[in-house]
């Protein structure tokens, strides 16, 4: 595909559509199955509520607890850096709220552009520490997986596309746009198949561990 | 690419103006607009000046083929130089079906001849996507003669060809899905002359006549971009030099036309402008004379500068929407995967009931009487 | 055997255009005219957002750059009944109003003045002479002995470089041009005065429209906002250009057009008793007071006049399937239910079918026209062919008894010493073009004022919302968008289902005009004028074709057009 | 204040505070900042320097401000050749205003010259070969019988 505008509009027509249903197919079927399956029957009398317990672990668990903070600040501190960070331009950029409202029919206030851009700098940033203490912590190097890395470099390159294409450091813009769509489009593709998926599950996890707990008259 | 060279009788262009009784300091001026015009730095006014002193007249022919005659009409609106300048003292135009007192056969006659004399020298403009070699011929003829035959005629002696607006330059309306006639583009047919593409829809009146000017000027054609369009002019997007710029970096929109977004010159991005992927010369050089451009007359960017634009989403959907209908496809694949999710989870959830079924609560007081 | 005779390109029109007459010793018999360029614009339109078709529409023509896109615009909002905000509709007139001035006055002086103005001549002229001449005629500025010298001094260095560029090749000396030096040096001064001119007026499409040629628009509305204290609105500033400009429309058309017309047409009274044609005129009516829904209230009237009776008025229903009907007996086309039928544009399909229908393979010397010979249909009304345009609005005017069309008509008579009957002739087209241009910029300070007052009273709004989102449409919807574009009668049809173009057609001026045979062998309007009539001094040199066919103003690109097959059949066609 | 100073209102400064605020898009800032340069450039090197108000993308109310914002100085001409050019020195000396009109008023091209005098209003030399003999053709008409010239 030698011309910009036709990678472009392919990236925003036909990929753009089968990145959308894989990405649906594979997350609904997940979840779906994560929510019928339930979880394994606990049989034992119940000697607390599920429900306050379980919403309260989805929001304690968001917060790393004083012993885990002390053990590893660096973590603690980057990765709530760059996940907010992606967040916040995901979900805050004029362009992508204009996307989802046309996805999903809703739509909400967004941020200045420049909030946007620097957010942006700072995940990469992050990002990029998480990358080099990966592969510089022992332990953690020795436990981390090919995909692992896979899942970093997509995150990574999505943003960095978005970056350059805002930034016009690659030339000509239909080609930055259309590479950063690409980049989304393999990342949307990928994310029910890997440990991106957390992104949709992590709170129903949490929340199930806490129900269950709370079950248990445990707080978590 | 020396095209002025063939009558040393014929006199230079300061020379033809002072004839007209045009002072030095209205030939200073002419190359002042010229410069500007050409979107040259004002330091090149001397070299301009010294260039077009010698400047002849070089023979133009204009096609036109499946168009609708929106580029002539932009031409004649350009106001520096000014059509008239233009046709009498600038170039020499010998064929254009718009303009030419000529009809018919003798239309035809002063094409053929101005070919034969300017032979190698002649500039070729064209306006109009033409059918391709492969579509039927009877889509669009001159003369009884097929578009494709005539282009082909007429490149052969070119010195160099400039296709004016997108029909010509990128295929354009007729080359949009479905593209009923075969249309296809100059340069998808014109393999071995320099091809300057002028695009946009029409083109922006001082951009073809800047080309003009700079072939007149320098004898040779401007520096181009990767899709052969003169970079002076198209080397930067409307929306790098959109004065709503500002708005689009505040994170101000217009939501409608005419809310108060749209009254106070906010951003134009969410009502489908393609500012930020045209690049076009509009925000600087405004339309009819520096009165306006569609921006700032309050509708977004149509992108007409850049291929396929016809196809590229829909004129009033944000750049960043996709153009297929992709919510549908997330419905229905959420709704499949949702189904098979609950179809694997049900018969998982089938075994785990029959367990539950054959289980046999027992209660502490039963296990120790069992113990 | 009597002679044909071939033009091709006719030039100075708007798109591409081929006339064949058969001669009869000097006389021509009969005349065909054909056009040889199809872009396929409405297949394109299919299965589009309806808020785009404006776009697309437009640039069926860049000459009559706006109507093509209003037509559109109208088609929509008439299938959803949107109404129009009072400033919205008025600065609509405003857009429609510059486009005749500007367009019928780059009509008389750049496509038509050759016809009859020998730009050669004007070299041996007394520019003295010239300068009472003019003064005589009009009081316009530019009219010293020294303006006119100058003038030919430029001419003259011109033809004397040898490279005669777009004069190459006229019809200089021939016969048939009777103007004296003197007029044709004025009238060259006004054929460059005129070029200048129209660059100015063109500015009031683009304060409103953004650009011109091919303006925004929106549906709903306009895209141009007003405020009076932004800069980016249409504010006080905005609104003083435009009142310059209409004042620099009105000053050019009282002082130049008219007197030109005038004076050119004194020389040539002979071509008021040749280039009829049908006698039957049609006009959709245009320029509304409020909304488009009523046409009593437009400043253009609806109707049909039959056979030059002016004194009963037929009405016309655009959605009457009826009335307005297109045939592809003697075009490029192919019908489902075979080539004679008639089809209204609600129901229209057609097929390219050059090889089938009798296409020539080209290069070619001469048409089959006893089989398909064109890429124009022939658009019917109750089964007559009609002529639309100027003529046809000023006998619609003046059969209403509207009083400036009477008093300017009567004036015009009485100038030229003619009678009623002359009106219906080459160069009473070409008259009533230049007259209704005096009635609309007329009209155009109306406008403008009561844009003004409208705003003062504070009512600022632009734009009808209501109507915009696709999903407070009905399913399925269809409407007819009409204008009288410079040319005549101009309407777009539109079918849409679920959100997008289902069908769309246009039948326009040029179709009616330029269109060929129907089935009963009845020509159109071009073909018709051309019988009536005319000898050729020289048949090498038709200038007598081009006189008459220039006095329509063809505009061809759009009136080719074609709509997509209904059916599944699809036209064979390589996509490249 | 001395003496021999001016007070200032007798300046001939002109500022004005564009209507309605926030007409400035930000380029027109920029602008001055070049000009700035430029200026130390003309009085360090003596070299002009020349920017072209057309080749940027003011919104609407830009040259408004920029122009108001400069204000106005001591000298202006007007020349006429190819249609009106009106040339301005601002209220900053050194930094002039030339505005380029073809014969309908449509503006041509608007320039800032940072320069002691700009060149177009310079004679110039290419036409100083036709001084002489107009100069007599005049004088000839003048006088009564004709007259030579004396050398």
């Known amino acids: 595909m030698s011309d910009p505008m036709d990678f472009l509009l392919l990236t925003k027509g036909p990929l753009f559509n089968l990145a959308v249903t894989v990405f649906a197919l594979g997350m609904a079927a997940r979840i779906l199955e994560i929510l019928v399956n339930g979880r394994r029957p606990n049989y034992s009398e119940a000697r607390g509520g599920q429900w306050l317990p379980g919403l309260r672990t989805v929001l304690t668990r968001s917060v790393a607890d004083p012993g885990t903070f002390k053990r590893a600040p660096f973590n603690v501190v980057v990765g709530w850096l760059w996940h907010l960070g992606f967040i916040v331009t995901l979900l805050f950029f004029i362009p992508h709220i204009a996307l989802i409202k046309s996805l999903l029919g809703l739509s909400w206030p967004g941020l200045p552009n420049p909030v946007v851009d620097l957010v942006t700098a700072v995940t990469l940033v992050a990002l990029v520490a998480t990358l080099v203490h990966r592969r510089t912590h022992r332990v953690k190097r020795r436990i981390s997986t090919p995909e692992d890395y896979l899942v970093w470099t997509l995150v990574f390159l999505l943003v960095l596309s978005g970056y350059l294409a805002y930034n016009r450091i690659i030339n000509p813009y239909p080609l930055a746009l259309g590479l950063h769509i690409l980049c989304a489009e393999v990342f949307l593709i990928v994310l029910p198949f890997t440990k991106l998926t957390h992104i949709f599950t992590v709170f129903i996890a949490r929340w199930y561990n806490g129900a269950s707990f709370g079950r248990r008259g445990v707080e978590s | 690419m020396r095209v002025f060279e063939k009558n040393p009788l014929e006199k230079g262009l300061a020379e033809r103006l002072r004839e007209h009784g045009v002072s030095r300091r209205g030939f200073l001026k002419f190359c002042a607009a010229t410069a500007s015009m050409m979107a040259l730095p004002p330091a090149m006014i001397p070299a301009i000046a010294a260039a077009l002193e010698r400047a002849r007249r070089p023979s133009v022919i204009w096609l036109s083929f499946q168009e609708c005659t929106g580029c002539t009409e932009s031409l004649t609106r350009s106001h520096a130089p000014t059509v008239e300048d233009l046709i009498l003292d600038l170039i020499s135009l010998d064929y254009h079906h718009t303009l030419q007192a000529a009809a018919g056969e003798a239309a035809e006659a002063a094409r053929e001849q101005a070919m034969r004399d300017n032979h190698g020298q002649y500039l070729l403009i064209v306006d109009g996507s033409l059918p391709g070699p492969d579509a039927n011929p009877g889509y669009s003829t001159i003369a009884g003669v097929s578009n494709y035959s005539m282009l082909m005629e007429a490149v052969e002696g070119a010195a160099a060809v400039i296709a004016v607006g997108t029909c010509a330059a990128f295929g354009g309306l007729p080359a949009a899905a479905p593209n009923p006639t075969g249309a296809v583009s100059v340069m998808d047919l014109v393999k071995d002359k320099p091809v300057v593409n002028v695009s946009g829809c029409p083109p922006v009146p001082m951009v073809i006549t800047g080309v003009l000017a700079h072939f007149l000027t320098f004898g040779r054609l401007p520096e181009l971009d990767e899709y052969h369009r003169p970079l002076a002019f198209f080397g930067q997007s409307i929306h790098d030099r959109c004065y709503r710029r500002p708005f689009y970096d505040k994170g101000l929109f217009a939501e409608t036309f005419d809310d108060a977004g749209a009254r106070a010159g906010w951003c134009l991005y969410r009502l489908g402008c393609k500012g930020p992927s045209t690049y076009n010369a509009c925000a600087t050089m405004r339309w009819n004379a520096g009165t306006s451009w569609p921006i700032e007359a309050g509708h977004p960017c149509l992108g007409c500068a850049e291929p396929r634009f016809w196809d590229a989403g829909g004129f009033y959907v944000p750049l960043s929407v996709p153009t297929g209908p992709a919510s549908d496809y997330l419905l229905a694949a959420g709704a499949v995967g949702a189904v098979a999710g609950a179809v694997v989870a049900t018969k998982a959830r089938g075994r785990a009931k029959e367990e539950a079924a054959v289980r046999q609560p027992v209660t502490v007081e039963e296990l120790e009487q069992k113990l | 055997m009597s002679e044909r005779i071939v033009v091709d390109p006719i030039t100075r029109i708007e798109g591409h255009l081929r006339i064949e007459a058969q001669m009869d010793g000097v006389n021509i018999a009969q005349a065909w005219s054909s056009g040889t360029m199809v872009r396929g614009i409405e297949t394109i339109l299919q299965g589009r957002d309806p808020r785009d078709a404006w776009a697309f529409a437009q640039r069926i023509c860049g000459v009559c750059t706006l109507v093509h896109g209003l037509a559109a615009v109208r088609s929509v909002e008439d299938a959803l009944a949107i109404e129009l905000p009072t400033n919205a509709q008025l600065i609509r007139n405003l857009m429609i109003g510059a486009q005749y001035v500007h367009d019928h006055v780059m009509h008389f002086y750049h496509l038509h003045a050759l016809d009859w103005v020998d730009v050669v001549s004007a070299l041996s002229a007394d520019p003295k002479a010239t300068s009472t001449l003019a003064q005589s005629i009009s009081g316009w500025s530019k009219s010293s002995p020294g303006y006119f010298s100058d003038t030919q001094k430029r001419l003259k260095g011109f033809i004397e470089s040898g490279q005669l560029g777009i004069f190459a090749n006229g019809y200089w000396g021939h016969p048939a041009y009777k103007l004296p030096p003197e007029a044709n040096l004025m009238a060259f001064a006004h054929y460059l005065e005129a070029l200048a001119w129209q660059r100015d007026a063109a500015r009031l499409q683009a304060i409103f429209g953004g650009k011109n040629p091919h303006p925004n628009f929106v549906v709903g509305g306009v895209a141009c906002p007003i405020d009076l204290n932004s800069d980016s609105a249409i504010n006080a500033k905005k609104l003083a250009e435009v009142q310059s400009v209409i004042a620099s429309m009105r000053q050019f058309v009282d002082q130049v057009y008219v007197p030109d017309t005038l004076a050119i047409a004194g020389f040539y009274p002979d071509w008021f008793q040749r280039g009829e044609g049908l006698g039957n005129f049609m006009c959709y009516g245009d320029l509304p007071a409020t909304g488009s829904a009523d046409p009593a209230t437009f400043l253009f009237p609806r109707g049909v006049i039959l056979n030059r009776d002016l004194t009963t008025i037929h009405e016309v229903d655009l959605h009457d399937d009826t009335q307005i009907q297109e045939f592809v007996s003697h075009a490029w086309y192919d019908y489902k239910g075979g080539k004679d039928t008639g089809l209204h544009p609600y129901q229209g399909e057609t097929r390219l079918d050059y090889d089938g229908r009798g296409g020539v393979k080209p290069p070619y010397q001469q048409l089959d026209v006893t089989d398909g010979y064109t890429w124009l249909k022939a658009p019917r009304w109750k089964g007559h062919a009609v002529e639309v345009g100027p003529l046809a609005r000023v006998l619609m005017l003046y059969a209403q008894g509207h009083a400036q069309t009477k008093e300017l008509v009567d004036m015009t008579l009485t100038t030229l010493k003619l009678e009623q009957r002359a009106l219906f002739s080459t160069l009473g087209r070409t008259a009533a073009r230049t007259l209704e241009s005096k009635i609309v910029v007329d009209a155009m300070q109306g406008w403008y004022d009561a844009l003004v007052a409208n705003i003062k009273a504070g009512d600022g709004r632009t734009f009808n919302e209501t109507l915009w989102d696709p999903a407070t449409w009905p399913r399925e919807a269809r409407g007819a968008g009409f204008m009288e574009a410079p040319r005549g009668a101009l309407g777009h049809w539109i079918v849409i289902k679920d959100g997008r173009i289902d069908n769309y057609q246009a039948v326009v001026p040029s179709t009616w005009n330029a269109g060929p045979r129907d089935p009963s062998n009845q020509p159109g309007a071009y073909e018709a004028a051309l019988a009536d009539n005319h000898q050729l001094a020289d048949v090498k040199q038709p200038l007598e074709i081009l006189r008459t066919i220039h006095s329509f103003d063809p505009c061809i690109a759009c009136a080719v057009h074609l709509v997509d097959p209904v059916t599944g059949e699809r036209i064979e066609v390589k996509v490249v | ?151």
Do not use: K
């Open chain 4, 1 to 151: 204040m001395s003496a021999t100073m001016s007070g200032l209102p007798s300046i001939p400064v002109q500022v004005e505070t564009p209507a309605g605020g926030g007409a400035c898009h930000g380029n027109a800032l920029a602008i001055l900042h070049e000009v700035r340069h430029a200026l130390e450039r003309l009085i360090s090197t003596g070299e002009a320097t020349r920017i072209d108000l057309h080749a940027l993308p003011f919104g609407a109310g830009d040259e408004a401000w920029l122009t108001a914002l400069l204000g106005t100085g001591e000298v202006r001409a007007t020349i006429e050749a190819l249609g009106p050019t009106s040339v301005q020195e601002t209220a900053i000396p050194g930094v002039w205003l030339v505005d380029y009109h073809n014969a309908e008023g449509q503006r041509l091209a608007l320039h800032l010259e940072i320069t002691c005098i700009p060149g177009i209003l310079r004679t110039q030399c290419r036409e100083l070969d036709t001084a002489v003999a107009t100069l007599d053709t005049r004088l000839g008409a003048a006088t009564p019988g004709g007259s030579r010239p004396l050398s």
